[in-house]
C-alpha cells in the first residue's frame, strides 16, 4: 500500500526546538519527531509513507510572509505544502494571490491559534479568492489542547461555509471535529460535496465503530489519511484504517487516491 499523509507540520530548524518544547507541554503529548523537516522525512521512511502535506499556520500576521517563502523553499522530494494568512492581515487576500505564485497547495486555518470562527464573514473575502484561485482551504476541526471556553471549528461552521461558497474545497481536519462525534454526523458527514475529512490523531480519541459509521456516510473519497506528525505516529492511523472492515479500494482512496485528486486539481487550476 501506499500512503500520502496529508496532514503534517514541521518548522524551521531554528524555531522547532522552542516551539516543539511549547507545544508538547501544553498538549501533554509526546512527539513522535523533534519537528525538523528532516525529522519528517525520517518518520515517512520508517513507515512507509512517500508523499506528506505539510500545513504551517501563522499565529500572528506578521509570520505569514516569512511561513509561506520558507513553504515554498522546502518543496519537493515528495514534501508538499499549503501556506497560511492570518485573518487579521489587512493583506491577507493579497497574500492567498501571493500563495498561489509561490505554487502551494492551500491555505491552512487553525481557529484555536488565530481566533477566528471559520464562518466569520470577516473570512469570506478570503475564501473567495482561495475559490477563484484553484487552491484548498485546510482548517483545523473540533478541540484542540489550546481550544478555550468555546470550540471555534464546529461541524456547524463548516456545514456554513461549505453551504455559502460551494466552490471552496475545504478539508476539515481531524474527521471535521475533534471529539465532536456526534455533530459530524449530524451537520456534516455525507452533506457537501465540496466538504473533505482528514483523520489526524484522531486514533486515540474514537471508537472504531462510530469511525466506520462516519466514512460510510461521508463516503470514502472524501476522506483523506492523515497523521498530525508530529503529534501522533503515523503507524496509529495506518493501523486505525487497515482494522476497519472497509474494502481494499476504499482504504487506496483514503491511503493516497483523494490525495491525488486534490493535487491533480489544483494542478490544472494552474495551468
Same mark, same amino acid.
Given at each position: ?134 487552491? +484548498?482551504?485546510?482548517? @483545523?476541526? /473540533? ?5 478555550? $471556553? !468555546?470550540?471555534?471549528? =464546529?461541524?456547524?461552521? %463548516? ?10 474545497? +475545504?478539508?476539515?481536519? @481531524?474527521? /471535521? ?5 456526534? $455533530? !459530524?454526523?449530524?451537520? =456534516?458527514?455525507?452533506? %457537501? ?79
Amino acid at each position: 500500500m501506499r500512503y500520502f499523509d496529508f496532514h503534517t507540520h514541521a518548522f524551521t530548524d531554528t524555531l522547532a526546538e522552542r516551539a516543539m518544547s511549547g507545544l508538547s507541554e501544553t498538549s501533554g503529548i509526546t512527539p513522535a519527531t523533534d519537528g525538523t523537516l528532516n525529522g519528517l522525512r525520517r518518520k515517512m521512511a520508517e513507515n512507509g509513507i512517500d508523499r506528506a502535506m505539510l500545513l504551517p499556520v501563522a499565529t500572528k500576521p506578521s509570520q505569514q510572509t516569512a511561513i509561506n517563502n520558507w513553504a515554498a523553499e522546502i518543496m519537493g522530494g515528495g514534501i508538499y505544502c499549503c501556506g497560511t494568512v492570518h485573518p487579521d492581515a489587512e493583506d491577507a487576500v493579497a497574500e492567498v494571490e501571493r500563495i498561489k505564485s509561490l505554487g502551494l497547495c492551500g491555505v491552512k486555518f487553525h481557529s484555536e491559534y488565530q481566533k477566528f470562527c471559520p464562518h466569520e464573514e470577516r473570512m469570506f473575502p478570503i475564501y473567495e479568492k482561495i475559490a477563484e484561485l484553484g487552491l +484548498i482551504a485546510v482548517f @483545523h476541526g /473540533g478541540w484542540d489542547p489550546y481550544s478555550e $471556553d !468555546i470550540i471555534r471549528a =464546529t461541524p456547524q461552521s %463548516f456545514a456554513a461555509v461549505a453551504e455559502t461558497f460551494p466552490k471552496l474545497t +475545504i478539508v476539515a481536519a @481531524h474527521l /471535521g471535529g475533534m471529539k465532536l462525534w456526534d $455533530d !459530524i454526523e449530524k451537520y =456534516t458527514a455525507g452533506k %457537501f460535496d465540496n466538504l473533505w475529512f482528514d483523520v489526524g490523531v484522531i486514533s486515540r480519541y474514537i471508537e472504531d465503530e462510530q469511525l466506520l459509521r462516519i466514512i460510510r456516510m461521508q463516503g470514502a473519497d472524501k476522506v483523506l489519511f492523515g497523521s498530525d506528525c508530529p503529534w501522533d505516529e503515523p503507524a496509529n492511523e495506518i493501523a486505525m484504517i487497515n482494522r476497519l472492515p472497509l474494502t481494499d479500494e476504499e482504504k487506496e482512496l483514503i491511503f493516497y487516491r483523494n490525495a491525488e485528486k486534490l493535487l491533480e486539481s489544483i494542478h490544472n487550476s494552474q495551468l
